[in-house]
Nanobody
Framework: QVQLVESGGGLVQAGGSLRLSCTASGRTLSRYAMGWFRQAPGKEREFVAATSRSGGMTFYADSVLARFTISRDNRKNTVYLEIDNLKPDDAAVYYC????????????????????WGQGTQVTVSS
């Protein structure tokens, strides 16, 4: 089974940019559909972005559309989340998640679709 480790979080000014990485070990990432979620204090974990096994299909939450970009490099076993024009509401712990999928072009957007999670990386936004 694959293990996931997120990195790249930190303190950023509102309007700034950040790139989060999720690196997998234990198994090739190309078997997995991937997603990013976030959880702010006192709130439920929410979907942010998802990509299919090949990276050819992506899907975003309405709240991050046009500001967030999910991508993957299966040769490096890594999935990325580029965040532009950060807003205070983007502050949260960001988690990547994986789901072993038989379907190359399918993505998933619900927390219960995924069975493998990383430990999260904190994103803090200063205004």
């Amino acid at each position: 089974q694959v293990q996931l480790v997120e990195s790249g979080g930190g303190l950023v000014q509102a309007g700034g940019s950040l790139r989060l990485s999720c690196t997998a070990s234990g198994r090739t990432l190309s078997r997995y559909a991937m997603g990013w979620f976030r959880q702010a204090p006192g709130k439920e974990r929410e979907f942010v972005a998802a990509t299919s096994r090949s990276g050819g299909m992506t899907f975003y939450a309405d709240s991050v559309l046009a500001r967030f970009t999910i991508s993957r490099d299966n040769r490096k076993n890594t999935v990325y989340l580029e965040i532009d024009n950060l807003k205070p509401d983007d502050a949260a712990v960001y988690y990547c998640a994986a789901r072993d999928s038989d379907y190359v072009g399918t993505y998933y957007s619900r927390t219960y679709d995924y069975n493998i999670w990383g430990q999260g990386t904190q994103v803090t936004v200063s205004s």
